[in-house]
């Protein structure tokens, strides 16, 4: 706080700040919840759209598909869901 304004979707400032990002698949198969995660590769990011890129449910989850059941992540809601992990 106090510094300039802070964009924590911005995938430069997540960075720094060595923040991760869960990725969680919660599609439904025959009752169950596929229950897949993983952590966004953020630096395959970095290099393909840069440091001002911003980390959001619709303009990450569409570009993802669970490799486990196969979901795919849709702009809103759908079964992929991102979650940031604060740094320790
Ligand atoms: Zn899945």
Same mark, same amino acid.
């Given at each position: &706080?106090? /510094?300039?304004?802070?964009?924590? @979707?911005r995938?430069g @400032?997540?960075?720094?700040d060595a923040?991760?990002v869960?990725? $969680? *698949? #919660?599609?439904?198969?025959?009752?169950?919840t596929?229950?897949?995660? #993983?952590?966004?590769?953020?630096?395959?990011?970095r290099?393909? $759209?840069?440091?001002? $890129?911003?980390? &959001?449910?619709?303009?990450? =989850? !569409? &570009?993802?598909? *669970?490799?486990?059941?196969? #979901? /795919?992540? =849709? !702009?809103?809601r759908? !079964?992929?869901?991102?979650q940031?992990? =604060?740094?320790?």
């Open positions: &706080m106090g /510094k300039k304004s802070y964009r924590i @979707n995938l @400032n997540l960075l720094e923040y991760q869960l990725i $969680f *698949c #919660a599609a439904e198969r025959e009752g169950r596929c229950g897949h995660s #993983a952590y966004l590769d953020l630096e395959y990011l290099r393909r $759209f840069g440091l001002e $890129f911003e980390i &959001m449910h619709h303009t990450v =989850v !569409p &570009m993802l598909r *669970c490799s486990k059941c196969g #979901a /795919k992540g =849709v !702009p809103y759908g !079964p992929i869901r991102l940031l992990r =604060v740094p320790e």
